[in-house]
């Protein structure tokens, strides 16, 4: 145990030395103002109160410059246009060179400090909601399997077959079954169909402008699409259907345990603990969910893909996602260095906490 | 709409369909095949020619990149599989092997394109990468560097299982070489199926993943890392300004559905997307899903 | 009688397909047979506990499902039991031994003293019942007798209900982990139940030497007691009546092999006292003898490892199989010592050549995906294919036909397997061949193939070593001076 969690602490030093060897090497050489050649613009720039790109100013501008110099107003169009467009390079420059040089302040700390907390929390709800909300998916996915009662398909058939006279019964009430199969398909496909889509084919279809606030929203998408829950349910499904082959289903059924999932109450489902007395389901659910419990480690990581993959789709300002976009683009290598830091500390930090829950749990099984 | 259903030949006949389709990995290739299909026929007519070719060569081309990511993850990850049983008694070397992989783990996936994504762009602006089929070759390779480890764990994990039975040493004493062993005996006749079943699954993890990260980069702010430097795929143009208005209008439809036959004609381009990457994303993982049942793994 | 037609398909091909399988109500059944040739699938399909994904099931005609739900299979399971083989597969990792002998219809804690007492002959078990079950503890022969206690249990409440009338209780390979001591024990409480009350058994075996220890105390149950042999003919299931004198006169007519003169040169020296995982395992003349002595094996000659189960048999042949590590190990092969364990490309060149072992479980030692002839491909020397041909025919008689070298190995039965597990040993030239329970899962007739293909190739000048628990077979024919007895402190 001590030995995995010396081995998480040297990588994050490990990384931490790369990254920070990384933004040291990458920085860029500090930014001075190039004034341009001509004299009559060069003058031009140096006058500070002047802001061509407002119409007053523009127009003043011009009128002076055509009254210094009449018979030239192509020339002074074209002046004030280089003005304009000089004045938007140094400005985008500054900005730029205001990112990357700033020396890391308070300030910029805290900005930073904060949307990492922000993500966190937005990581760490969506990680235990998945966590634990998958062995429930799954093992309804299992118990819907191992059902050998008419699957949806066949009721529909057979209530066709009553509203077609083929079959003696009550046709009203199939015509109501026929009405709710089809209720269940469509919300169904639309589940599926939601829990399948990137996040951003969801976000899309409901709105354009993704603000700061939108927690809520970032953390339904995030537990709800970009297939995460849906392919962690499946693992938890294989790993209990692998349970279910294994010799002790076996016993247990010699034993008089009960085996018929037709008859298995699903609201077991939504207790925390899954309790089914007398049916190896309880059995197999025992086993599975402690075979799941080190998938928290890869579940980390896939969570901060999708969380990361929001942030950056839908543009939400003041996130981490968002912030480590736009310092990649602005080439802020030591934002991004930052970030990427923060996030691999994040994700060790849970890795290392699974290790020693797992490592806790698996202790008591170990007869000491 | 029922009437196929007063047969009870038909009904017979439609039952053993739906069964197949809950039994049968192969049914949901066809299933998807045809999906594709149906939806190409629909643009056809009633798509514009200039915007169904962009589709076209958007899905051929996130087809294409995904495909060959998966290829190459097999390439890296078979011999390191080898190499890493090799070099196991070699210990300061395979753990420092080891303690690299481990920390490649840690690394989420998007962040690893990301990084990816940026050399491919600093390559392309000092006009080391140029023609687009090199492009989509060095997307695939990013995106293989990504999900191959998830390969890689597999194989080790059957080596390792085969290992601890009988089966591994039963052949060391009877003089089988190491080589064939891992190589013959248990990766090619033991383990094909597994490895056809990540392969599958790495397939779905690619087109996601590429779709979002050229989702993202052309929906960012596209100064320097520019959509255009990459070849069109699903992700790049489900991100351009008309296909997200067709995006919104699902949401819309959902809400006021009399504007739902709008959605197949108006909108039809950011839907057709759209509907092309969550259906092939939904029939990927039922493929995998009916194959590792069919296959008992 | 009770008599079953079972047909079982998978949707590839057919699994099993008998007709007319008798079991006499109230009476002892032992299905003889190789194993893989779907004795466990019956007795599942008969107890109502096969796995119907991807199967189809037929009993009497009558499809599965409704076999199962049938008044009488529900009376037969409630007061039966069934106890599975592989023992270590069958207890839940999550829950102590404790629990599982005390779950659902087994609440009832009345009769665990006095039968742990039978089958631990008088040892406590209360130590045992608050642990978790993990790969070597309990050992895999307490495991065994756990899931004993279980169906005695079962069989005790059956004894005790006047009303209870149909029972059946199925045992597959109740002895598999067990030595020739605990399986007594076993038999003998199974049949002092029975006297009190008979019920339906049957107990699938292929242990013969069962046959003698019945003939020998329960002599006044033979009538109550059936012998049925399973074999496998053309994809065909087929049940004879086994006479249990086939064996026992086969056995008598067994010749001791004679001991190799002092002069062959010694193949193998290990001396006695290996430390490993904290235990010191020696070698004795006998079991009651405290004087320790080297094991050698000397060309030509049989060597019999014989120990309880548990002791350590399989590990000392996978140490001198440099498979294994131990403290303080004196191993040489033709006087010469053996190379560390860590010097692997040393040990590279030793097997396959100088020396060779072959494991107990036939599943698990071939590439069940492989074909047959690629079960013998890669091997040291090369092999000549015409050879190789002849020595299938040595081991599965000359009418095989050349179409058996593309059989997958996973479709062949479980006798054919040890055969091929045996033939790849057989074919290396090693001088010396470990030999780990060589008759598991074999009928009686390839056993008797398989004792002779040993005795050539040991007349041929190779060393043999044999860990088996089937002592009656061995002790006939090995010395006793080759015998050594194994001890752990």
């Known amino acids: 145990m001590k030995n995995k969690l010396l081995e998480h602490g040297y990588s994050v030093a490990a990384v931490g030395f790369v990254l920070f060897f990384f933004s040291w090497a990458l920085r860029t050489p500090a930014y001075s103002v190039q004034y341009p050649s001509d004299p009559l613009l060069n003058k031009l720039t140096k006058i500070d109160s002047l802001h061509p790109e407002k119409p007053l100013h523009r127009a003043l501008l011009k009128e002076s410059l055509d009254s210094f110099y009449p018979d030239q107003s192509a020339r002074n169009d074209s002046l004030i246009d280089a003005l304009i467009q000089w004045r938007r390079d140094t400005y985008m420059a500054a900005i730029k060179s205001a990112r990357m040089d700033r020396e890391w302040s308070w300030n910029r700390f805290n900005d930073l400090a904060a949307m990492y907390s922000t993500f966190i929390v937005a990581f760490t709800i969506v990680t235990a909601l998945i966590y634990f909300g998958s062995p429930a998916l799954g093992l309804y996915q299992f118990i819907r399997y191992n059902r050998v009662c008419p699957p949806d398909a066949r009721q529909w058939c057979e209530a066709c077959r009553i509203v077609f006279k083929k079959i003696p019964g009550n046709r009203s009430h199939a015509f109501r079954r026929i009405a709710s199969l089809k209720l269940k398909w469509f919300l169904k496909s639309i589940a599926y169909a939601v829990l399948f889509s990137p996040a951003y084919v969801v976000a899309y279809s409901f709105k354009t402008n993704f603000e700061k606030d939108s927690m809520v929203f970032l953390i339904a998408l995030g537990f709800g699409t970009n297939g995460l829950l849906i392919t962690s349910a499946y693992k938890c499904f294989s790993i209990l259907t692998s349970e279910s082959r294994k010799g002790y289903v076996e016993t247990a059924r010699a034993k008089g345990l009960s085996a018929d999932y037709d008859h298995l109450p699903m609201r077991a489902l939504l207790q925390p603990g899954k309790y089914f007395s007398n049916h190896v389901a309880g059995h197999i659910y025992k086993q599975a969910v402690f075979q799941y419990r080190p998938a928290l480690k890869e579940l980390a990581s896939f969570v901060v893909t999708g969380l990361i993959i929001i942030e950056m789709a839908l543009n939400i300002q003041g996130h981490l996602g968002y912030e480590l976009l736009k310092s990649v683009l602005y080439r802020n290598w030591d934002v991004v260095m930052v970030i990427i830091f923060g996030i691999f500390l994040l994700i060790k930090l849970t890795e290392a906490a699974a290790d020693v829950w797992h490592f806790h749990e698996s202790n008591r099984y170990e007869n000491v | ?87 196991e008694s070699k210990r300061p070397v395979y753990m420092s092997v080891i303690f690299f992989l481990n920390i490649v783990r840690s690394v989420p996936q998007i962040l690893g394109v990301l990084i990816g994504y940026t050399v491919l762009t600093v390559l392309i602006e000092r006009e080391l990468l140029e023609s687009s089929d090199a492009k989509l070759w060095a997307m695939a390779l990013v995106i293989s560097f990504v999900v191959f480890l998830e390969l890689l764990d597999s194989l080790r994990e059957r080596i390792r299982w085969f290992q601890r039975s009988d089966f591994y040493p039963a052949m060391l004493v009877s003089g089988v070489s190491e080589s064939r062993i891992i190589q013959y005996d248990i990766l ?35 100064t320097e890392v520019s959509s255009q430097n990459f070849p069109a795929t699903l992700g790049s143009l489900l991100a351009k300004m008309d296909s997200k208005k067709d995006i919104l209008a699902i949401g819309n439809s959902l809400f006021n559905p009399e504007y739902i036959p709008r959605l197949f004609t108006t909108h039809l381009q950011g839907i057709t997307v759209a509907f092309l990457i969550v259906f092939s994303l939904l029939s990927i993982y039922m493929i995998n899903r009916v194959f590792a049942l069919r296959k008992r793994l | 009688m009770t008599s079953y037609d079972i047909e079982i398909a998978s949707s590839e091909r057919h699994l099993v397909r008998i007709r007319d399988f008798h079991i006499r109500p109230n009476a002892v059944t032992f299905l003889l047979g190789e194993s893989g040739i779907g004795k466990t699938l019956i007795a599942k399909a008969l107890y109502g506990l096969l796995d119907r994904s991807g199967l189809t099931v037929s009993i009497n005609d009558m499809e599965y499902s409704a076999y199962v739900a049938s008044p009488e299979v529900n009376t037969l399971q409630r007061n039966g039991f069934f106890v599975f083989q592989e023992p270590s597969s069958h207890f839940h990792p999550l829950l102590t031994i404790g629990e599982q002998i005390r779950e659902a219809s087994l609440q009832e804690t009345a009769d665990e003293r006095e039968i742990a007492e039978h089958l631990w002959n008088g040892a406590s078990i209360e130590s045992l019942l608050n642990i978790y079950p993990k790969p070597f503890r309990p050992s895999g022969g307490e495991k065994q007798r756990f899931l004993l206690v279980m169906a005695f249990k079962k069989i005790k409440t059956f004894l005790r209900h006047a009303d209870a009338k149909d029972a059946l209780f199925i045992f597959d390979e109740p002895t598999g982990s067990l030595d020739n001591f605990y399986r007594d024990r076993f038999l003998n409480f199974l049949f002092a139940c029975y006297r009190q009350k008979s019920f ?284 050594y007895f194994l001890k752990s402190v």
């Open chain 3, 200 to 483: 339906t058994a049957l107990i699938i075996t292929h242990d013969y030497s069962m046959i003698t220890e019945i003939h020998r105390r329960h002599s006044d149950l033979v009538p109550k007691i059936d012998f049925t042999e399973m074999s496998n003919e053309n994809g065909q299931q087929i049940l004879t009546s086994f006479a249990p004198k086939t064996y026992t006169h086969w056995l008598s007519g067994q010749k001791v092999l004679s001991k190799a003169s002092n002069e062959a040169p010694e193949l193998l020296r290990l001396a006695s006292g290996i430390n490993i995982f904290g235990r010191r395992l020696s070698f004795h003349r006998s079991p009651d003898d405290p004087d320790e002595v080297p094991l050698i094996l000397r060309a030509g000659e049989w060597v019999y490892l014989k120990a309880p189960s548990g002791v350590g048999k399989t590990t000392i042949a996978k140490i001198i199989a440099g498979l294994m590590p131990a403290q303080s190990i004196d191993l040489q092969f033709e006087r010469k010592p053996a190379p560390a364990i860590s010097m692997r490309s040393e040990w590279k060149k030793i097997w396959g050549r100088t020396l060779t072992m072959v494991f107990q479980h036939a599943d698990e030692a071939l590439n069940q995906q492989a074909n047959v002839a690629d079960a013998l491909k890669g091997l040291p020397p090369s092999l000549n294919q015409e050879n190789v041909w002849q020595h299938i025919q040595t081991m599965y008689g000359a009418d095989i036909e050349k179409k058996f070298l593309k059989q997958k190995i996973a479709h062949l039965s479980g006798g054919q397997k040890q055969r091929l597990n045996l033939l790849r040993a057989l074919l290396l030239n090693a001088k010396i061949v470990l030999l780990d329970e060589p008759l598991n899962g074999l009928d009686f007739q390839s056993l008797s193939t398989v004792i002779e293909r040993l005795r050539q190739k040991s007349e041929a000048g190779t060393g043999l070593v044999v860990i088996s628990h089937n002592e009656e077979i061995f002790d006939a024919l090995i010395p006793k001076e080759n015998i």
């Open chain 2, 188 to 222: 090619w006749k033991n383990s094909r199926s597994h490895i056809i079943n990540k392969l599958i699954a790495m397939f779905g993890t690619a087109v996601f993943l590429q779709c979002s990260i050229d989702f993202i980069i052309s929906v960012g702010l596209s």
């Open chain 2, 1 to 87: 709409m029922y009437g196929i259903f007063t047969n009870r030949t038909a009904m017979k006949t439609f039952e053993t369909a739906l069964n197949l389709i809950q039994k049968q990995d192969r049914l949901w290739l066809l299933g998807w095949m045809a999906g594709m299909a149906i939806v190409w026929t629909w643009d056809y007519f009633f798509l514009n020619a200039p915007a169904l070719r962009l589709i076209e060569s958007a899905f051929l081309n996130t087809g294409l990149v995904s495909l060959l990511a998966v290829f190459f993850a097999l390439l890296w990850s078979w011999p390191a599989a080898v190499t890493l049983h090799f070099i």
